[in-house]
């Protein structure tokens, strides 16, 4: 793949093609061991474009490679008080199986990356599978590593609670 064929801009949520590639690549995603395993609920692939739509602090990028939607990053702006700048967290990172390991999720990490400077972010965060070593090995090309404050303390964990 050239890198002059590959184009990744933001979703235009009033196009339906586009709104539609977003939940496919997702759905893809999902569907695989590393995104979970199951598939979209079909009430997610109902209103997942609209939901993130309404959200100005949502950033959503597809990648494009011959008129196909070949990839996309799920972002979301947050605020770092300690830096008291605003930081995107990498929310979701998605590629088509068939366009893996082509350099398309490496050009969705730098678009994200060049927006975050362009907001005048701080930092970029992402959470990733401990197991996941494909996704890890291009976390670490592109500069991410674990987030501490002070080595002796150890390393952030990512912890959830579920609410109904």
Known sequence: MSATALEIRPVDWLKSDESQAVVEVLNSYASH???????????????LSAELAKRPQALVLLAWLGGQAVGLVIAFEGFSTFACRPLINIHDLAVLPKFQCRGV????????????????????????????????????????????????????????????
């Open 105 to 164: 999720g490496k050009a969705l990490m730098a678009a994200v990356e060049a927006e975050a400077q362009r907001r005048g972010c701080c930092k970029l965060t992402l959470e990733v599978l401990e197991h996941n070593q494909h996704a890890r090995k291009l976390y670490a090309a592109v500069g991410f590593v674990s987030y501490q404050l002070d080595p002796a303390a150890g390393s952030a964990l990512f912890l959830e609670k579920k609410l109904a």
């Open 33 to 47: 061991a590393v995104g979970g395993g199951v598939p979209l609920s079909s009430e997610v692939r109902a209103n």
